[in-house]
């Protein structure tokens, strides 16, 4: 039973930060690229950033030199820190586990609002 549980979510200020976790289980982890998705209300789902087992990374535009994205391949858990957090960036946040185009699998999602 293969399983992404995300937290860390939460109500923050503008220019906050927050610090969200996925924990993996019921995979290999590193044979995994993982990655952090977003969707707000009426929104699409959108890419925020994906990191290799490697530890090579992919930041979406809109959050460079804000976000970051890590994993801990010992505990398997990838993290994402939020920096200079804006009401833009609020969303249900996702946890995403990719291998290929053989498997990929998702997290619940936690809420992240940011509002004064």
């Known amino acids: 039973q293969v399983q992404l549980v995300e937290s860390g979510g939460g109500l923050v200020q503008p220019g906050g930060s927050l610090r969200l976790s996925c924990a993996a289980s019921?995979?290999?982890?590193?044979?995994?690229?993982m990655g952090w998705y977003r969707q707000a209300p009426g929104n699409q789902r959108e890419l925020v950033a994906t990191i290799s087992s490697g530890g090579g990374t992919k930041i979406g535009d809109s959050v460079k030199d804000r976000f970051t994205i890590s994993r801990d391949n010992a505990k398997n858990t990838v993290y994402l820190q939020m920096n200079s957090l804006k009401p833009e960036d609020t969303a249900v946040y996702y946890c995403?586990?990719?291998?290929?185009?053989?498997?990929?699998?998702w997290g619940q999602g936690t809420q992240v609002t940011v509002s004064s």
């Open positions: 019921g995979i290999i982890f590193n044979f995994y690229v």
């Open positions: 995403n586990a990719k291998f290929g185009d053989f498997r990929d699998y």
